[in-house]
């Protein structure tokens, strides 16, 4: 009898609720194994909904491997704003060691985002370069805001090349670092922090 009463009063998930669930099982699997060894059966059978549900969601493959994609962009974005106004030294430890602590927190998420590249799908591979391109963006804003730098500096070609050229060094880095680098969390925050003070010459 109270098992019944306890079904007929589980909450149902909402629409956005269920997205959310299939997506964090998406982002682990992809994490897991590459885009081709991923079945859109074991996804359903892990977030416990039929097949059929998934594609109401998502109608194929490519478009569920976006959005997980594109979540975990969005994420990554949310935690590492910059605050105007902050002199970049000041801010830079401070947002590395949030990023830092979201690769090592959602380990699967990262490794799904950047598995992107290689998943051979060019659609999937737009969704990927323009999260890139939306954090290169944060982080030209960040320095036009700060008082160190500047605008004219923040739009200069070398500035936006030396930019780009971070954001590989750090997911390389941190890449790497998940595979089991003997690098504490501290030495990768200090070492990604000095690689782009020094591209940028500050």
């Excluded at 194929?60 to 962009?73: H, L, M, P």
Aim: glycine share 8%.
């Amino acid at each position: 009898m109270a098992a019944n009463q306890g079904e007929r009063t589980r909450r149902r998930l909402t629409t956005e609720e269920r997205r959310e669930q299939l997506l964090a099982v998406g982002a682990r699997l992809f994490s897991e194994s590459p885009y081709d060894d991923v079945w859109i059966e074991r996804v359903a059978e892990i977030a416990g909904v039929s097949r059929g549900l998934l594609y109401h969601y998502f109608p194929t493959k490519r478009d569920f491997f976006a959005a997980v994609v594109e979540r975990e962009s969005g994420r990554m974005l949310r935690m590492t704003a910059a605050v105007p106004g902050v002199p970049v030294r000041e801010q830079l430890a401070a947002g590395l060691d949030t990023f830092l602590e979201y690769v090592e927190a959602h380990a699967h998420g990262f490794r799904a985002f950047h598995r992107a590249d290689a998943a051979g799908d060019q659609a999937v591979r737009k969704v990927y370069q323009r999260s890139l391109a939306a954090q290169e963006r944060q982080i030209l804003a960040a320095l036009a805001a700060a008082p160190e730098f500047g605008a004219g500096f923040a739009a200069r070609p070398d500035t936006t090349l030396a930019v780009r050229g971070w954001l590989a060094f750090v997911t390389a880095v941190c890449l790497e670092w998940l595979r089991g680098s003997e690098l504490s969390r501290d030495e990768v925050r200090d070492l990604c922090a000095r690689a782009l003070l020094g591209v940028l010459g500050a």
